[in-house]
């Protein structure tokens, strides 16, 4: 069994830019395991642009921007092994980490690592998750699936289009298939606000006269071999479809955009607990699980808007992942749990170690609503410590407050910290 | 001149396919679908029924108990994943525990052994997530579970091993007597020419549309509807909640719907009932996927309804008389029904193959087949090897080392011997029903573009040209930009 100090499952921008940190906070034995056939992950097939816009202070697109990165841990000599799949994560008796993974070349093999970082990210909500009634035709893909297809392979899954949901790949794939010749006739959202970006509203949809209809979804799909039509309807406050309110739009594809769910079934595996909102890794400010030794960053831990921000978290976790494999542990320490209430639906971290972070903690979250004139409030047990207007916030937008080490250190029997959002 | 043409290649067809393949014969299967086990066979409970349902003197009692008996030989010989679960049948405190009894009398007419009622206390230590109102099962060791796909595809493979010739994507649009047999005109779904079979015997099974077969050469009209059933598949993380197959004692308020753990780990719950008039009428309603969570409530508490994957619809066969229709129809010699074959059908194929093949043999004096290979392999399956197994293999074939489908870890190795085997994929959707690629959690979202490149390089075949199940399914319409 070769060891490693380090292993990276996922050679995406998460992975990519937790090397790059761990490497620079001095770990040298590192590898990435990437199941696809170059690094880069899902950004490859993001061709549009936006992306870099708060870390390189320019737009580019997703290729450009995981070049960027991919350069980097080319720079450090970081080691990758592609078109490999990471089979099993268990910890060992020794607290190290077994991985064992699998690829043409190498066969099955195992490593051991002292420290691993889940980096894998998530993957699409089916049709078959969303029990959308109807025929089963072909034509009915995941937005994610049509951007690699037309991006990437250079194929149009369809010419009339219907799409359900407004997360952001669906609003890219609505301008894109445009671009590429097809029609899209409506994206329907089941909820009354846009799940995706607002910007991506305005330049993908209005900019296209595509209509946005919120409120709406699709009962029913027809077609035996193709799709036919599909049927939208309005839904109520209980999001059940409203009679009479039907429309029958005749397309051959329709695509879906209805959410993104973080692929931990290696982290189940490896005893890693889940949190059963995000869907991803329960962690503390090292961004570590509660298996000491693995760490989680990016869309596996929680699903983002913008890879700027992954690769922020991610480099957090290669930061302390390095301080995990230098220091042989994380350590004890006094442990806060921060508590989201009032509209705040998580946070990411989860626990907090106020003598063990940086000068500053960022902590991400997302709202279960669309607010306006509101305020997030952040509570020391019942003491207010800060309050931040904000003019609007969307469920389509994650958020993120600044703790500092100051504060919490004034608070030697702090309890637990509470996010809310409050009337401004 | 073939000495039989059996017309639909479902599970049925096909059992009696390799049952004939035994004889010196020249057989050939037709079937209007791109690949075997694409109509009823493909959607239903993927169940062996132990045989307590049906009327003692039935077909139905009789091919089942008799199906059931013989899988475990046909597991082994055919390589087909089945496993006896066991089965019960729920009372809950508001149903008649006589109606139970009466149920488990049956069974035991019918020849189904170790049949006994258990009480709660007992079930609970079987089946920890049984309903709070259960108060009793009737529990049938010999229930089991098995993949409807490969029990079709095994029956299939291997009659086309011994000789059988299959003939997809043909539509019988008319059968007439001729001197000889019949005449048997078609249409190629994929090219639109016609071509006419030739057969001294004809066996009928065309499951929902057997019917129409038969009413086009005997006047003793049969009548068969379409009843669809609705199911949801949850994730494997599901998979787990029950351990048997797990049916509702059927009351005045219907059948139920059973709740079942499938050969592949998953949990199944369906399937509804409701006639319908279109036979091709494979769609799932809100209505009845609504129900499903419901109606299995009742037996099964605390059932991750967040966790369904997929959905479908399958369509029983549901002949007027209640029964199985087997056999000659009495004013067409040679023409033989394998017709309303409803649940318990997947169970009672194999007893259907052979009573079918032995009425053809007989008819025909046929002789036996010295060259009969009983024995198929089916998909190899790394994941059953040890670590040491695996590398070899990997060594010889790179392939196996390089997973497609990330949900249920299939390699390039398993898909590439679903399109070289005999009757090889030629869709995404035989693809899956051969490997599982694309069956897991994301449903083909990761896989599919891959999938289709491996088609399109082995087969080999166009991009344009690769379908989800078949003629008209295609799956990408165009280059950018070129619309």
């Known amino acids: ?424 | 001149m073939y000495d039989v043409a059996i017309i639909g290649a479902g599970v049925t067809g096909s059992a009696i396919a390799r049952e004939l393949s035994k004889y010196h014969a020249r057989i050939c299967v037709i079937d209007r679908e791109e690949d075997v086990c694409c109509g009823t066979s493909k959607a239903n409970s993927a169940i062996i029924h132990a045989g307590f349902d049906a009327e003692p003197g039935s077909l139905k009692a009789k091919l089942n108990v008799r199906g059931n008996a013989m899988m475990d030989a046909l597991a082994g010989e055919l390589d087909i994943p089945f496993t006896r679960t066991g089965s019960l049948v729920v009372c809950t405190a508001s149903q008649n525990r006589a109606d139970l009894e009466a149920l488990m009398e049956k069974g035991r007419k019918n020849g189904v052994p170790d049949l006994r009622i258990l009480e709660r206390d007992e079930l609970l230590t079987l089946e920890p997530n049984i309903s709070d109102d259960v108060v009793c099962a009737l529990f049938a060791p010999t229930g089991g579970i098995v993949c409807p796909f490969h029990m079709t595809m095994a029956f299939a493979e291997n009659a086309c091993t011994n000789g059988v010739s299959f003939f997809l994507n043909t539509k019988v649009d008319h059968i007439e007597k001729s001197e000889d047999g019949y005449r048997i005109d078609t249409t190629h779904t994929d090219s639109g020419k016609t071509e006419t079979f030739a057969a001294k015997v004809i066996v009928n099974a065309a499951g929902v549309y057997a019917d129409v077969l038969n009413n086009m050469v005997s006047a003793h009209k049969l009548h068969i509807t379409a009843r669809k059933g609705e199911y949801c598949l949850l994730d494997k993380d599901a998979g787990t909640h029950v351990s048997h197959t797990i049916f509702q004692l059927p009351s005045k308020m219907g059948k139920g719907v059973l709740v079942t753990p499938t050969i592949h780990g998953n949990l199944l719950i369906g399937p509804t009932a409701v006639d319908v008039e279109n036979k091709d009428a494979v769609n799932t309603t809100q209505a009845g996927l609504d129900s499903l969570g419901r109606t299995a409530s009742l037996s099964v508490k605390n059932i991750p309804m967040r966790q369904v994957i997929t959905s479908f619809a399958g369509l029983r066969a549901h002949e007027e008389g209640g029964d199985f229709v087997i056999g000659e129809a009495a004013d067409a010699p040679g023409f033989i029904n394998a017709a309303g074959i409803e649940s318990p059908g997947l169970s009672s194929a194999p007893a259907i193959g052979e009573m079918v093949a032995q009425l053809a043999a007989e008819f025909l004096g046929l002789s036996a087949n010295p060259d009969f290979i009983p024995h198929r392999k089916g998909i190899l399956r790394p994941e059953t090897l040890s670590m040491e197994e695996r590398n070899r293999l990997i060594a010889e074939h790179p392939e196996y080392g390089n997973i497609i489908c990330r949900c249920e870890m299939i390699t390039e190795g398993e898909i590439m011997d679903a399109i070289h085997r005999p009757l090889g994929a030629r869709s995404l959707d035989g693809v899956k029903r051969r490997t599982r690629a694309g069956m897991g959690r994301c449903q083909s979202g990761f896989c599919s573009p891959r999938t289709m490149e491996i088609l399109e390089r082995e087969v080999p075949m166009q991009m344009f040209d690769i379908t989800k199940n078949g003629v008209g399914s295609n799956l990408v319409v165009g280059l950018n930009k070129e619309l």
């Open chain 1, 1 to 424: 069994m070769k060891n490693y100090d380090l292993v990276i499952v996922g050679g995406g921008p998460a992975g990519l830019a937790a090397a790059v940190s761990a490497r620079d906070n001095g770990i040298e034995s590192i590898l990435i395991l990437e199941r696809d056939k170059e690094l880069g992950g899902i950004l490859n097939q993001c061709i549009h642009n936006g992306f870099g816009l708060h870390t390189f202070k320019e737009e580019l697109t997703g290729p450009e921007y995981a070049a960027r990165f991919i350069d980097q841990a080319a720079e450090r000599n970081i080691s990758y092994k592609l078109n490999t799949m990471v089979m099993d994560i268990a910890v060992m008796d020794s607290g190290e980490k077994k991985v064992t993974a699998m690829n043409r070349e190498d066969g099955m093999f195992e490593l051991c690592a002292k420290a691993v970082i889940l980096a894998m990210g998530c993957r699409e909500r089916s049709r078959g998750a969303l029990n959308i009634p109807g025929y089963r035709p072909a034509g009915i893909y995941s937005a994610g699936t049509a951007q690699r297809l037309v991006n990437m392979e250079g194929y149009m899954p369809g010419r009339e289009v219907v799409i359900l949901g407004s997360g952001d790949i669906g609003l890219i794939m609505a301008r894109r298939m445009t671009l590429e010749g097809a029609t899209v006739k409506v994206v329907a959202e089941l909820m009354p606000y846009s799940g995706g970006l607002k910007r991506n509203i305005v330049q993908c949809l209005d900019d296209f006269n595509i209509p946005l209809k919120l409120s709406h979804t699709v009962i029913d799909i027809e077609g035996k071999d193709r799709v036919e039509a599909v049927t939208i309807a309005e839904v109520g406050a209980d999001r059940k479809p409203v009679p009479g309110t039907e429309e029958r739009y005749t397309c051959d594809t329709l695509l879906l955009s209805c959410g993104l769910i973080p692929e931990n079934e290696l982290s189940k595996n490896a005893g890693v607990s889940i949190s059963p909102v995000t869907s991803g890794p329960v962690v503390n400010d090292s961004l570590e699980t509660d298996v000491p030794g693995i760490f989680a960053c990016g869309n596996v831990l929680h699903v983002h808007d913008l890879v700027d921000y992954v690769s922020q978290e991610a480099a957090v976790a290669g930061k302390n992942a390095a301080l995990y494999i230098q220091n042989g542990s994380s350590g004890d320490a006094r442990t806060v749990e921060i508590v989201p209430e009032g509209g705040v639906r998580y946070t990411v971290p989860k626990f907090i170690r106020p003598e063990r972070i940086d000068d500053t903690v960022t902590v991400r979250f997302r709202v279960g609503d669309v607010y306006k004139n509101c305020a997030v409030c952040v509570y020391l047990d019942d003491e207010l410590l800060q309050k931040k207007k904000r003019p609007v916030m969307a469920p389509g937008e994650m958020e993120q407050i600044i703790l500092t080490k100051e504060k919490l250190g004034a608070h030697p029997d702090l309890g637990r910290i509470i996010i809310r959002i409050e009337e401004a």
